[in-house]
Every structure is written in structure tokens, then in C-alpha cells.
């Protein structure tokens, strides 16, 4: 218990992803399951670097982690911007478009 | 700086001529962008460019497709390191397959403003174009190719994020559509999640095995099961979680169950081409990169193991179920995009039912799945494209897609109506039709395959079972055609590129399903034999 | 106890306090704020891993970048979304007892299969070798990424335009 080593970082990244999981279930908000998805890539970075540190010893885990902390800017920015969208077009009053998606 | 280059390893011209493809469609994103930047924003200039990159793109992959031989060729990677970018004759199929869908959605995107141009002022809702489309549609369709052609997770996930994220914009993109506006929310959280979990399943599997690579995934985890030896069925969990959680990103773009429900609302919701594009382009893609991983486990597992045995039954499973769900829901549908959305979850479960042979025991049939799929696609491509733009020609003009603006086509348009009915019964799978050519294929693979796996009958079945059920949706546009009329509504005047588009798609199924029916099969076997393999097996350092 | 394990402990307690926060927050701007708060503690983590160059870009782009991002769509939405979250409680429950068996499962596998507790053995990479991997090793990757990102960058702006007329 006293040494860190890999099963520490990945029970916590379990730990992340659970709640990440949770929360994308749970929450009826758009910007509140965004945030889920957002935890759930944390605990997949986490696990990344943990097992290129304790593991592999190689940089590849490094650099994977790199490239989706990049992913999931890029995600954020397009579903943000769906989101003000929609709001957009929610605030409009706009008689003619009134049907909505089933489900 | 000279002792930095000496170490620095950078791609070689005959590598880069392997994936010239790819690289024509970055040129012509590029070329759409600065186009529009000295001429102005005229969405017919940057349709035009975009054409002409996917016409520059089929004979870029057809020239690729000579110098691809047996076993492909994987490249892009310095000495040593396994390859990061792949080309097999089953990735430059994808190439060529995804360039020819290109072009027909820029050509039903032409036709459709033409149309709107033609009534220009009664429905101002639709209309979708400039630059930016361009650019998000071609982006996508370069994610789709990277997808099949690689065999490294860290490419495969930003492959598919590179699919997905332009699409969830492109549903948008008529501002005006507040249906849109919903289907592209709908689309980007369930997509966003997705994406999420597939990343951890790679995060795990990289940590199971120390590499990002598929292939040495592969053989690693099949050294694996032969050190727990035959008879003792040792699971290795982390790995069944890890390909477990990077299924639930590939299910999602299929759009099979249980992560379908994004399809139906989205296909409604996004303007008619882009419906199009996604139900043909988004599940082949999907299909592709499942196969990819299917053949690259299975393959490397000679003989088979616990582990791939139990992929093909959740594969199975998944499949059944996805068909069969696909089609109970289509027969309660009155919009006509939504009873061709649920058509086409249930042709992706027809498709998946291939994908569960590939790790059948007997390793020389090991590629029979494949061709069945790649023969699948391609009539499956015909028909859907000619259904969709039939309905797109409909839908534009009655500013509806329910199922009564339909009443009475036959008379009303003879020429939309026809090809229409040709295409939907060739859904069902009636002969002399193409549907008919591949699901026999289809079949037969599966048929053959039960030899070693006993339960593909059963897929069989329930294959033969659902196209009976399906008959009973598409029939039901063929009636509204033909057999109800209203005769105060008048005849249609539709454009002439789109009665083509429609048309050539009509007749090219019927010669499938007559002339070219065994060159169809013969073909798509080609297509599926060789693939690429890792070269030489990567030093293993593999823990219990 | 060494100075890392405290440093871990007390990280983990702060990363996991702020998901916690993230799961039980009623309200979105809270919930933005409790994310804030795990990046940044993920960060740190990451220099107790040694990957200093990633625990820099974590809180660069992600803490820096991705959440302003997200605080500026709570912001403008935030009519159309209202504040309060809704959750039923059935599902909630349901959802809560799932969630908690995964995290037993996944970490009774974690545990059992990620072996001894070896002491990293590898030397600090730096921001150098970095640099050069990913314009030599991955650099497929980091091109398609370019791409990516100025497709998105497009989408986004495109989406996000003034109506016009």
C-alpha cells in the first residue's frame, strides 16, 4: 500500500470512468453529459500514461494520451457549438418548424 | 539541427504514392478552402471542385489498386516500428467504394439545387451549401478510409473521430432546420459517449499487451491462449473488456444494437444527402474497421481460441438482434427517411452476420465473410442511393417525406416510381435482382462456414425469417405508389441529373442480379483474399 | 511513508472528491467547476508520473482550453437547458447499482492482472523526444489530426454564424 505503483493509477482511473459513466446516464443535460464523456477520457489518459510509466516503458502511451487530450478538445468545440445552435433555434420563435423528433 | 535530421525518419515517395488516395482528398479540402477564399463563397464552384477531387480520387486508388499485390503493402512507419498506415485490396475497395458514393452525393447535392433553385421562394428550408459543407463532407469521407486502413488503435480512434466529428456538424448544416438542429444534438451525445468508453477499451488493451498495434495485439493475446493451453478455457478478462469497450465505438458508427438509437432520428433530422452519405458511408466504414479487427484476431488465433470463439457470438448476437429489431421497427414507420433508416440498421445486421464467420476454425475460409460483405456493400450502395434519391426527388418536391406524398407516382412519375420499386425489392432480396445476388452470397457464406461453427445456422435462419418481415414495409411504399392514386395531384417535374442518378442505379442492380451475378461474386473474392498480415512477429515481453 | 505516496494519496482523494462532485452536482455550472477540479488534479498526477510535458499540456488545453469551452455553452445555453438537473430516481438508483458493480468488476480485474508493484524503470522522457515522435513515429497522426482540427475549427464556426438575411 505504502509503494505507488500501477494498480493504484488504474483503480483510480476506474474510479473516473465509473463516475464519467454515471454521469452520462444520469444527466438529462447536453453540457452535463458532455462533461461525462470528459471524465471517461481522463481516466483513459490516466491509464495510458500509467501503464507507459509502469509498464511498457516506452513513450507510446505518452503521446497516445497526447493525441486524445486533443480529441476531446476538438469534440467539445463541435458539440458545443451544436449546442448553441440548437439553442439558437429553439429561442427563435418559429411557427412553421414546430415538430420535434420522437425519441 | 543536422544530428536532430540524421535521426528523424521521414516518409519515402514510394510510400507516399501508396496513399495518394488519401492525399487527393486532403488536397481537394485544401483546394475547396482557397477557392472559395479568392472566388467568394459560390457553393456550385466548391461542388464542382469536390466532384473533381472524387473523380481524381477513383483513378488515384485504381492506379494504388495495380501496385497493391498479394499480402498488401504497409507503410508510413519508420524501419522496425510496425506500420501505421496499411493498403490491402480490401482498404483500396473502401477507398474506391467511399470516392464513387462521393461523387453521387455531390451529384444529388447538384440536382437538389437545382431544384430548389427551380422553386426558389416556396421553401427556403433545406437549403445547404457553401464551402464549409464541402470541406465537412470530405473530411469525413478521409476519416472513413484511415479507418479501414490501419491497423494502430491510436489511428483507428482518431480515424473515427475524424469521421464523426464533421459528420455531427454536417447534420446541421441547414441552420434554418430546427429538426436538424436536434438530430445533430442527439448525434453528437450519444457519438461523444461512445467515443469515450472506446477510448478507454484501447487505453486497456494497450496496458494488457504494451502496444497500440492490432496486429501484435493479436498475436499476443492468441500466444496467450495457447499458453493456457487447448482444453483449459482461461479468460482473459482485461482483454474481453478492453475489445468489449473499443466495440462500443464500432457498434455505434454500424449503428447496430444497442447503440442504434441515434440512427433513426439523425436520418430524419439531416438534410437528404447527408441521410444518404451517412447510411451508406458511416456503416461501411464501421463494417470495414470490424472485419479488420475481426480478421487481424482471428487470423492470428490459427485454429481459433476461447477468446475469438466468444467474439463470434457476441458478434452473432448482436447481428440477430439487430436485424431483427431494425425491421419490427421499420413496419410501424409512416416517414419514408425513417422506414429507410430502420432498413438500413436492419441490412447492417444482415452484414455483421458475416462478420461473426471470420473466426470460424478453418483457417483457408477464414476470408469467405469478408467477400460476402464486400459484395453486400456494393449492391447495397446501388440500392440505397437509388432509394434515398428517389425519395430525395419526392421529398424536395412535396416538402414532406410521409408516406402519402408517394400516392400515386406510378402515374405521377413514372420514372421516379419504377427505379424506386426496383431498388426496394431489391432490399427485400426478390430475384433476378441485385439484393437478391447478395444476399444468396450472404447465405452461402454462412452456410458453408457452419461446418465448423454449428450455430451460423441459426443466423441463417433468422436471416431468412426478418427478409420475410421486411417485405412487408417496402411493399407498403410500392402500393402507395401504384395501387392508391389521387387524381387531382399533378404530374412531377423533377430534374433530369437526378432521374439519371436514379435510373442508373435501378438498372445497374438488375444486371447484378442477372448478367453480372457470378462476376459479382468472383469479384468480391478477389477483393478478400491476401490481406495484409504483419510481416514478421514484433518480440513478445508478455506478462501472466 | 514516502513523500510520493503521500502526494498520491492526497491527489487521489482530491480527483475523486471532484467526480464525485461532478456525479452529484444539481447544477451544471457546478458540475463545470468540479470537472475543473479533476482535470487539474489529473494533471498533477501526471507530474508525480514524471510526464511533465503532458501534465502541462493537460492543464494548457484541457483545464485551459476545453473547459472555457464548455463554460461558454453552459453560459449560452443555459436558459434553454435551465439549471436545475432532473434525474429520476428510479434511474438513478439503477443506473448507481450498475455503476457500482462495474467498478468492483473492473477493479477486481485491474488488481489481479496488472501484476506486482514494479518501480518504473525507464528514464523521464523529455519534451525532445516528444517533439521527435511525433514528427517521426506518428506522424500519420499528427497530420490527420491537422486535419481534423481545421475541420472542426470550420464546422464550429459554421454553426455557430449569425444568420444571414
Known amino acids: ?103 | 539541427m543536422k544530428l536532430l535530421l540524421a535521426n528523424t525518419w521521414l516518409p519515402t515517395s514510394a510510400e507516399l504514392h501508396l496513399f495518394s488516395p488519401e492525399l487527393v482528398l486532403t488536397g481537394t479540402i485544401v483546394a475547396v478552402l482557397l477557392v472559395a477564399l479568392v472566388a467568394g463563397r459560390r457553393p456550385q464552384l466548391s461542388a464542382m471542385i469536390a466532384l473533381l477531387g472524387a473523380l481524381l480520387g477513383v483513378l488515384a486508388t485504381a492506379h494504388v489498386a495495380r501496385v497493391v499485390g498479394d499480402g498488401g503493402l504497409g507503410g508510413l512507419a519508420p524501419p522496425g516500428e510496425p506500420p501505421m498506415l496499411i493498403a490491402d485490396r480490401f482498404s483500396v475497395f473502401f477507398k474506391l467504394f467511399l470516392f464513387v458514393l462521393l461523387a453521387a452525393i455531390i451529384w444529388l447535392w447538384l440536382t437538389g439545387t437545382i431544384e430548389r433553385r427551380m422553386r426558389a421562394t416556396s421553401r427556403p428550408v433545406g437549403d445547404v451549401g457553401g464551402p464549409e459543407f464541402f470541406v465537412l463532407l470530405l473530411t469525413s469521407a478521409l476519416g472513413m478510409m484511415l479507418m479501414v486502413g490501419s491497423l494502430n488503435l491510436l489511428v483507428i480512434i482518431i480515424a473515427m473521430e475524424t469521421a464523426s466529428l464533421p459528420s455531427y456538424a454536417i447534420v446541421a448544416a441547414d441552420r434554418r432546420s430546427r429538426l436538424g438542429a436536434e438530430a445533430a444534438l442527439k448525434y453528437v451525445l450519444f457519438g461523444a459517449a461512445s467515443a469515450a468508453i472506446m477510448v478507454y477499451g484501447v487505453s486497456l488493451l494497450y496496458g494488457r499487451f504494451g502496444t497500440l498495434d492490432l496486429g501484435a495485439v493479436a498475436q499476443a493475446s492468441s500466444l496467450w491462449s495457447h499458453q493456457q493451453d487447448a482444453g483449459a478455457t482461461g479468460t482473459d478478462w482485461l482483454f474481453c473488456l478492453g475489445l468489449a469497450a473499443l466495440g462500443v465505438g464500432v457498434v455505434f458508427k454500424i449503428a447496430a444494437v444497442p447503440m442504434h438509437y441515434w440512427c433513426p432520428d439523425v436520418f430524419e433530422g439531416a438534410p437528404i444527402e447527408i441521410t444518404t452519405w451517412l447510411s451508406i458511408a458511416s456503416k461501411a466504414a464501421g463494417l470495414g474497421l470490424l472485419l479488420r479487427i475481426v480478421t487481424t484476431l482471428g487470423g492470428a488465433a490459427a485454429g481459433g481460441t476461447h477468446h475469438t470463439e466468444l467474439l463470434a457470438w457476441a458478434i452473432g448476437i448482436l447481428a440477430a438482434v439487430t436485424c431483427t429489431v431494425g425491421n419490427l421497427a421499420a413496419l410501424r414507420q409512416e416517414s419514408v427517411k425513417r422506414i429507410l433508416a430502420y432498413s438500413s440498421i436492419a441490412h447492417a445486421g444482415y452484414m455483421m452476420m458475416a462478420a461473426a464467420i471470420l473466426v470460424a476454425p478453418a483457417g483457408t475460409a477464414a476470408n469467405v465473410g469478408i467477400s460476402a460483405v464486400v459484395a453486400y456493400l456494393l449492391v447495397y450502395l446501388l440500392m440505397n442511393v437509388g432509394a434515398f434519391g428517389a425519395a430525395a426527388l419526392v421529398t424536395w418536391h412535396a416538402g414532406t417525406d410521409h408516406l402519402s406524398a408517394f400516392t400515386g407516382l406510378g402515374r405521377r412519375a413514372p420514372w421516379i416510381a419504377v427505379p424506386l420499386a426496383v431498388c426496394l425489392f431489391s432490399l427485400v432480396g426478390l430475384p433476378p435482382l441485385g439484393g437478391f445476388a447478395a444476399k444468396w452470397f450472404l447465405l452461402v457464406a454462412l452456410g458453408t462456414s457452419a461446418a465448423a461453427q454449428p450455430w451460423l445456422w441459426g443466423l441463417v435462419v433468422i436471416a431468412v425469417v426478418n427478409t420475410a418481415i421486411s417485405l412487408y414495409y417496402y411493399v407498403r411504399i410500392i402500393r402507395q405508389m401504384f395501387l392508391t392514386d389521387d387524381a387531382t395531384l399533378p404530374r412531377l417535374q423533377v430534374p433530369f441529373g437526378g432521374l439519371a442518378l436514379v435510373n442508373v442505379c435501378a438498372v445497374v442492380i438488375l444486371l447484378i442480379g442477372t448478367l453480372w451475378f457470378s462476376p459479382l461474386g468472383e469479384r468480391a473474392g478477389r477483393l478478400a483474399s491476401n490481406l495484409y498480415v504483419q510481416p514478421t512477429p514484433p518480440a513478445l515481453t508478455l506478462q501472466p | 511513508m514516502t513523500g510520493e505516496a503521500i502526494a498520491f494519496y492526497l491527489l487521489a482523494a482530491v480527483v475523486t472528491a471532484f467526480a464525485l462532485g461532478c456525479v452529484l452536482a444539481s447544477n451544471i455550472v457546478r458540475m463545470a467547476l468540479c470537472l475543473l477540479g479533476t482535470l487539474g488534479g489529473v494533471a498533477l498526477l501526471y507530474f508525480l508520473m514524471a510526464a511533465n510535458f503532458l501534465g502541462a499540456i493537460q492543464l494548457i488545453v484541457y483545464a485551459g482550453g476545453t473547459l472555457i469551452v464548455i463554460v461558454f455553452g453552459v453560459m449560452l445555453t443555459s436558459r434553454a437547458y435551465g439549471t436545475k438537473l432532473r434525474v429520476r430516481p428510479l434511474e438513478m438508483i439503477g443506473a448507481a447499482v450498475v455503476t457500482l458493480a462495474l467498478l468492483a468488476g473492473l477493479t477486481a480485474i485491474l488488481v489481479r492482472t496488472a501484476g506486482p508493484v514494479v518501480s518504473p524503470s525507464t528514464p523521464d522522457f523529455g519534451v525532445a523526444q516528444i517533439g521527435t515522435e511525433l514528427l517521426s513515429t506518428y506522424l500519420v497522426p499528427f497530420e490527420v489530426i491537422s486535419v481534423l482540427l481545421l475541420a472542426v475549427m470550420i464546422g464550429a464556426a459554421y454553426l455557430v454564424q449569425p444568420e444571414k438575411k
Do not use: P, W
Open chain 1, 1 to 103: 500500500m505504502l509503494t505507488i505503483g500501477l494498480t493504484h493509477y488504474l483503480v483510480l482511473a476506474a474510479v473516473l470512468f465509473c463516475c464519467g459513466l454515471y454521469v452520462m446516464t444520469t444527466k438529462r443535460n447536453a453540457v452535463g453529459i458532455l462533461i461525462g464523456a470528459e471524465l471517461v477520457l481522463n481516466a483513459a489518459c490516466l491509464n495510458l500514461v500509467a501503464f507507459s510509466r509502469y509498464r511498457t516503458g516506452r513513450l507510446d502511451g505518452q503521446i497516445a494520451a497526447l493525441f486524445v487530450i486533443v480529441l476531446a478538445a476538438a469534440e467539445a468545440a463541435i458539440a458545443i457549438a451544436i449546442f448553441v445552435n440548437y439553442y439558437r433555434l429553439l429561442s427563435t420563435i418559429d411557427a412553421d418548424e414546430g415538430r420535434q423528433l420522437r425519441g
